[in-house]
C-alpha cells in the first residue's frame, strides 16, 4: 500500500503526474511528488487542478502511486481515465490523492492552500461524472444554444429532462466547489468524455430558452446561477496573483455574506461549511481561531464564527447536533425593510428601507442591493446592530425571540460598509435580544413559534430537558415587546406586553413589582397608538396599585403621576407625531425626557 512522506514545510503541496497509456482501459499508474506551490511566481502554473465529487468511500478501486496501491472512490476513478492521454502524461492536483487524508494537520494546513492551488492551475476540470441519462445529448444541447444564443424554449422534453438531469447532479450541490471554480481561470467541464468550455456552459444556462427548467424546481434556479455566477468570472480574474495579506483569499464578498448565501449546501462534514468559504472571504483578515482545524469540536467552532462575525462580548450557545446558534446581547433597532424585490435571474434582492434615524446610521441610501441568501428578506424585517457588532443584520419577528436572516449585512453609502458602534450613544443599546441563527430552512407561521419549542425540537442533546421556566417566558415576551415598540411595530408589541402580563400576574400577583411595570409600559405603548382611554386606563390602575405597595411618595408612583398627566396634555394639544416621553421605570430621581434613555430598559424584575 502506498505511504505519504511528510511534506516539506509550508508554501508546498503535492502534484500527480497521470502517466499515459494507449490502452484506455489498463490500470491506472502515477506518481506523487512535492511542488513548491509559493516559490515558482505568480503567474498561471502548468498543471491541472481538479474539480470533483468524492462519492462513496465504501465503493473504492485502487491505481497505482509510485508502484504502490492506493485505493481511491470509483468517481474518482472513472475521472482519470477519462483524463488520462494516450501518449502525454498530465500534471493534476487532486485533493483525495495529493493530500493525505489520514494526516488531519496536514489536511488542515493543506486546505489553506486550496484557493491559491485552483487559482494558479492553468486550468481547472470539473468532472460532473460518467456518461447516464442521456447526458451527451444535454452537453451537445447547452454547446448548440450557446452557440446560437437562441431565445427560444427548450421545446423538446427529452431535451429538457437531460439537461435538467445533469444539472442534478450532486457536483452542484456541494460546497466546496464553489471556491474550486471562484478561483479558476480557466473553466473546463467534463462529462464521460463530452466536454464545454464553461464560458459557454455559462453563457447558454442563463438564456431565457432555459428557463423552463425551473418550472418544477425552483430552489434548484438559485442553486445553479451561484455557480454560473463563479464560472462565468473566470475569464476575467488576473493572470497574476497579487497577495494582500500572508493567508491567500480570492475576496469575493464578506464571510459573513458568503455563509448567509451558501450554507444550504452539502459538506461531508460540518466544519466545511466554514473552512470552504475562507478561500473566498474578503475581510481584511481572518482570526486565526477559524483557520481549517479538524480536530475543534462543531460547535466550538460555530461560536467562534458568531464572534468573528458579531464581536467578542455576545453570549452565545451552540451545540454539536446541530447548525444552529443562540446569541443573548443588547442592541437597538436602526430601521426597518419596507419593500423588497427579488431578480431570479440575477440573484439579487433590492430591499427599501426605512430607517429610525434617517441616513445617520444606515447611509445615506434607502435602497439596498443584496445577493440572494438562503433565507430571503421580506416586508418587516427589521435591521438591528448589536452592542460591539460593527455591521447591521437583519432579524424577522418569531413568538419571544428573533431569527436570525442575514447576520452581517454591509449597508451602501457606508465607508468601508463599518457602522463603529461607539459612534451611537451606549444609550441606544438599551434592548435585549434573544437572537437564534438557524442554517435550517425556516418554515411556518414564524411570529407563532416561540423559543422553547423551537430549540427542544432542534438540539439533540436535550430532548426532554427543560430550557426554561415559566417566568424565563415572561421575560423574553417583555424584551421582545421592547424591542417592538423601540421600532414602532406598537400594535405587536401591545399582543407580546399582554401575553407577558397575563403570566406575571398568574405566577407572581397583581401587586408585583414586574407585574406593575408591565402594566405600565402597556400603557405607554397604549398611548403612543393614540388609544387615550385604554392607556388612561392602565396608567390609574398602575397609579393605584404602586400607591398600595410602594406608596404616593415613591418615585416611581410620582413617575406614573407625571406619565398620565404628560399623556393628557399630549390628548388636549392633538398635536400628530408627539413623541411620549422614555422608559424610565423604576430608576429613582431621573426625569423623563424626549431624549434617548441614559440606561437600558429595566427588565420587570429590576425594581
Known sequence: MFRYSPLPGPGSTRLLRLIAHPEENSCIECQLFVYPLQTLGDGAHLYEALSYVWGDQKNLQSISVDQHDLPITRNLHAALLCLRDRILDRFIWVDAICINQEDKLEKGRQVQYTAEIYSRASRVIV??????????????????????????????????????????????RRIWVLQEVGAARNVLLKCGRKEIGGYAFCAALNLRSFDRLYDDSPNLRSLIRSVIYLIRGAVFRPK???KSSSTFSLRIRPLGELIEMYHTREASRRHDKIFALLGMSSDDSIAAELLPDYELPWEKLLERLVRFLLCEQISVKTWASTEIAVINSQGCILGRVSSEDSSDRNDIQQVYITSKYGSEYLGS??????????????????????????????????????????????????ESGNIGYFELPIAYFRSEFLLVWDWEELQGNLEAQNYETMVGKRVAERPNARIGGHLDKMIRLWNVGLVLEDAGEYKKSEDRLHEALEGYERA??????STINCMERLAVVCWKMKQWAEAETWFKEVIETRENVQGINHQDTKNSIANLTSMYRDQDSKVPRVRPPADTLNIPGMTRSKSPPTAKSPTPEQN
Open 240 to 242: 497574476v496573483l497579487t
Open 508 to 513: 407572581c400577583g397583581k401587586e408585583n413589582l
Open 365 to 414: 441610501q434607502k435602497s439596498w442591493t443584496l445577493q440572494a441568501s438562503a433565507k430571503p428578506v421580506q416586508v418587516g424585517d427589521l435591521i438591528c446592530l448589536l452592542r460591539g457588532a460593527t455591521k447591521p443584520m437583519i432579524i424577522r419577528l418569531c413568538r419571544d425571540y428573533f431569527a436570525v436572516i442575514m447576520i452581517s449585512v454591509t449597508p451602501p453609502g457606508i
Open 127 to 172: 468532472w460532473l461524472g460518467s456518461v447516464e441519462n442521456d447526458s451527451d445529448h444535454a452537453i451537445e444541447a447547452i454547446r448548440l444554444a450557446a452557440e446560437e444564443m437562441s431565445t427560444k424554449s427548450l421545446v423538446e422534453e427529452p431535451t429538457k429532462q437531460a439537461v435538467l438531469s445533469l444539472v442534478r447532479r450532486s457536483w452542484f
